[in-house]
Structure formats: structure tokens, C-alpha cells
């Protein structure tokens, strides 16, 4: 079975950080593009970051460039969000998932494998 474990999620307050894991079995996990996409209470889904197979391109919503990293180690399965300077806004629920068709999209049924979420809260 395949299968995108997330976990990290939790309680923060603004200002700080929070690093998301996802660990993927049951599919080439090396071969295999990953995104991190979220969806805050009463919002649509919200594309924030991709990174190709290799680990060499990632690219970035505005909304978190400059805050957020993505990054994977192949040897582990695992792809990897490091946070920071977390807003408020950035509360919802977090979902990796892989192999985007097309580039960038929110629709979990374009991905090839799509996670269960890990809930991030950001509040005082």
C-alpha cells in the first residue's frame, strides 16, 4: 500500500518554527516529484512547495518564500517543510503529496499519491 505519513504538526506561536516530515513508502519515492500543499479552516487548497526528485529545484508560493524550506533525503523516503517565522495565517492543515499534474496544482487527484494532513495552529 502506498502510503504519505506526516507528521510535526502541532501548537506554535507566531514568530516561531515547526518542521513537517512526510515519510513515503510503497511507491519509488526517488523518482518521484513531491509538493506540500495546505488548506486553512474555510479556505481552498493552497499550493506552497515543490521540489523535483533529485532535491536540486524547489520552488515556492510568495506566500512562504523566504520562511519555509522544503527539502528530501531519498535514503530515508522522506520530504521534509522547515518553517519559520510562522504568521497566523499560516494555521491549516498540511497535506505532501506526489507527483503533481499539472505543476503547482491544489486538486488532490492530480497527484499521483496524496497524504493525510498534519495540522499546524499558529496562535498566541
Known amino acids: 500500500d502506498v502510503q504519505l505519513q506526516a507528521s510535526g504538526g502541532g501548537l506554535v506561536q507566531p514568530g516561531g518554527s515547526l518542521r513537517l516530515s512526510c515519510a513515503a513508502s510503497?511507491?519509488?519515492?526517488?523518482?518521484?516529484?513531491m509538493a506540500w500543499v495546505r488548506q486553512a479552516p474555510g479556505e481552498t487548497p493552497e499550493w506552497i512547495a515543490g521540489i523535483d526528485s533529485s532535491g536540486r529545484r524547489t520552488d515556492y508560493a510568495d506566500s512562504v518564500k523566504g520562511r519555509f524550506t522544503i527539502s528530501r533525503d531519498n535514503a530515508k523516503n522522506t520530504v521534509y517543510l522547515q518553517m519559520n517565522s510562522l504568521k497566523p495565517e499560516d494555521t491549516a492543515v498540511y497535506y505532501c503529496?506526489?507527483?503533481?499534474?499539472?505543476?503547482?496544482?491544489?486538486?488532490?487527484?492530480?497527484?499521483?499519491?496524496w497524504g493525510q494532513g498534519a495540522l499546524v495552529t499558529v496562535s498566541s
Open positions: 510503497g511507491f519509488t519515492f526517488g523518482v518521484s516529484d
Open positions: 503529496a506526489a507527483d503533481p499534474n499539472p505543476y503547482r496544482t491544489t486538486m488532490s487527484d492530480e497527484y499521483d499519491y
